[in-house]
Each structure stands twice: as C-alpha cells, then as structure tokens.
C-alpha cells in the first residue's frame, strides 16, 4: 500500500528560539513515523535566519526528510509576510497530498489557501494552547469558532482542557463536533545521558559555582510564562538560600525587559539569561530543579523535558501543566501569578533533595509510560487512515 502523504505545517524549523515546543513535537513525531505508512512533509511558514533553522533543516533533510521554509518572518508588515509565505511554499510542496495537517495558529489559515492547489483530500489542525490566538482574540471567535468547526474534518487537542474548549463551542455542539485528545510527546532517549563531568562542565561553562542549586526554567521570554512571577520568587529565595541560582533559558520578546526587572530587584548576579540554546538535553541534567511559572499552557514540552532529564519539578496549577505533574507526588504545584506561593514550594523542595529525587524518579517513570513519541506516533498513523477511509 501506498504512504499517505501528509503535510505538516509549521511555524519554522527555528527549534530552541525562537519557535519552541509546538515545532520541536511535530518534528519529532514526523521522525518518528513508519514511512511505509505515513510520506511526512514538513512546512515552516517563515525563515528566521537562525543557526538553529539551518542545523535543523540539514538534519531532516539528511534522514530523507522534505523540508520547505516560506517566505522571511517580517513583523513590519505582517499581511504581506503571510501571502508572501504562502506563495513561496506553493512553489515548492509536492502535488498531490492526502492530509494537510496544521500545528499552528496561522498554519491553520495557510491550509486553507492550500488545499485545492495541493489536492489534499482532508484538512486536520492540532490546537496546542488553552488560549489560542491569545495576542488577537478576535480571530478566535472568528476562525477557532467559527470557521473550523465547518472546514477541518478532525480538530485534535494536546490536553484535556484544549478538547473541553473545542467541543465547548457553539458551532462544534451543533454540529456534533468533538475534538481529539492527541498529547504532545518526547523521544525520552534523548535524555538518558547523564553524567558527572559533564555537569560540572555546563556548570563551568555557565559560570556557576559546582556546590551551586541552580534553578532553571525553558521557554520562550512571552507573557504567557510568567516570568516576572519567578524573578520576584527569586528574590524571596535568593534572600534565604547563598547558594541559590537561577538559569533562564530560551529567547522572546520580554527579554529585556526581564533583565531590567532582575536588575531592579537586585538579583541579576544570580539570574542568568542563557538566550536561546539548541542543548536542552545536556543542560537540564546539569540543573537541581525545573521552575515553570506560565499563566496558561496547552501540554508543555518543557516540563515533559524535565521530566524526561529526572530533574524535580515545581509549576503552576494551570490546565495542561496539571495533566503532567501530580502535586507532592511527581512535583509541586503553586497557584500561577503568586510569586510568594512560588518561593515557598521553591525553598520547600530546596529543603529536601531525598524527596525531590524520589519525586523525579516517579515523574519519568510516569512521563514515560504516556507521553512517549512512539506511542504518539502510532495514534497518529490510525487516526490517518481513518481519516482517509472517511474521505
């Protein structure tokens, strides 16, 4: 039998910054496909001239991988950017296609436009956020609610919480709609390195002394993450434990701006800004702890990395973070905003490493169990070929 050829569109190939978790799973899953099954093609919609697009894209396209990159990201005139996107990548994909499968907001849009040039035979999205369209509400109501229900024949939800949003919306009860759960997913091989020196050698690296708790957090610098949240539970910590640091790794908007709030609270010379980083699986077992403070998430791969690396885990009672973690059984919860709340676990777990290990070790053990590629993979595949019996 003939592969399906399916589509999948993307962000960019930017993995590490400065796209992040939505992009790093669907290159995961596409790699971890059977080939006699499913033909992946993947589509970033823009090229962020970034060191970590070109290493990404040789990657995939050396594992017989195609791989097609837009138009260049120009937040000057966004409009323009996405048509001009759209023309570049129909120049480019190969015709015909049996599945578009978006992964992001604007992909989602994009696979409209190239259904009929693409003769794709069905049209199936991922919703990865809680909030999506969280910046441009408005198009929420206008795409999330109320076009797509009528145009994509499977809308698939990477939580609990994302499925209950879809199949809470008007149209979708009408028209007896009902969202997939389809979590995100690691390759936990990636983390099954873990040795001495070479801890002390991204400690090294980092400028960290060796006897240091470093405490650190992955993601893009963007108000969902809530990161002004963890400086200000820095500082409370920071005025308790000397031997306390704190690493943020990951690239956006608010990068700045965080560094000036560190400074002003006087805590820059134990924060560390690492920027963007393609290693995460080296870094995160240098560490002692994972801190997530996000406002709302949708399934975070960070937290699942972590996880994965055996490092405990401390993260805000937000839908998605609470599918993965189990308060004082595989991490700690805390309310999300509550920077004293967050100090306080933070300093708890500090207090007691025989627990947070114990905890950590459940973690991946659970983790592992339900949130693996493979698995992942094989729900897509089914859920393909049903799509395409349906057709």
Request: charged letters at 25%.
């Amino acid at each position: 039998m003939k592969p399906l050829r399916v589509l999948y569109l993307i962000n960019g190939f930017a993995v590490g910054g400065p796209v992040g978790g939505a992009e790093r799973f669907t290159l995961s899953l596409a790699r971890a496909l059977d080939r006699d099954q499913v033909e992946p093609v993947l589509a970033g919609l823009w090229q962020w001239d970034s060191p970590f697009e070109a290493d990404w894209l040789a990657r995939l396209r050396g594992e017989g991988l195609a791989a097609f990159v837009g138009a260049p990201k120009d937040d000057s005139a966004p409009l323009r950017n996405i048509l001009d996107s759209i023309r570049a990548l129909r120049a480019q994909l190969p015709a015909p296609v049996d599945i578009i499968h978006s992964q992001c907001d604007f992909g989602d849009l994009v696979a409209l436009t190239l259904r009929r040039g693409l003769a794709a035979r069905a049209l199936l999205r991922t919703a990865h956020n809680e909030r999506e369209w969280a910046k441009r509400p408005w198009r929420r109501v206008v795409f999330t609610n109320g076009l797509y229900p009528f145009v994509y024949r499977a809308e698939l939800g990477v939580s609990q919480k994302v499925v209950s949003n879809l199949d809470a919306r008007p149209l979708a009860r009408l028209l007896g709609r009902r969202g997939i759960l389809a979590y995100n997913a690691l390759d936990f091989g990636r983390f099954d390195h873990r040795d001495a020196t070479d801890r002390a050698e991204v400690r090294r690296g980092l400028g960290i002394p060796p006897d240091a708790y470093v405490a650190c957090t992955v993601g893009r610098l963007a108000p969902q993450k809530g990161l002004d949240a963890l400086l200000r539970a820095a500082e409370r910590v920071l005025a308790q434990r000397a031997d306390a640091w704190f690493v943020i790794v990951g690239s956006g908007e608010l990068a700045d701006a965080l560094r000036a709030l560190a400074a002003e609270l006087g805590i820059a010379e134990r924060v560390l800004f690492t920027g963007a980083r393609q290693d995460v699986e080296r870094l995160l077992p240098a560490f002692d702890l994972f801190v997530s403070s996000s406002l709302w998430e949708g399934l975070p791969t960070a937290i699942l990395e972590a996880m994965a690396a055996r490092v405990p885990v401390v993260a805000t009672r937000v839908s998605g973070t609470v599918e993965l973690v189990e308060d004082r059984e595989t991490g700690l919860l805390a309310p999300p905003g509550d920077a004293a709340a967050l100090a306080e676990v933070i300093l708890w777990i500090m207090a007691r490493p025989e627990t947070a290990a114990e905890m950590a070790g459940r973690a991946r053990q659970r983790a592992a169990a339900q949130f693996d590629i493979s698995a992942i993979a094989r729900q897509h595949e089914a859920l393909y070929r049903n799509l395409m019996r349906n057709a």
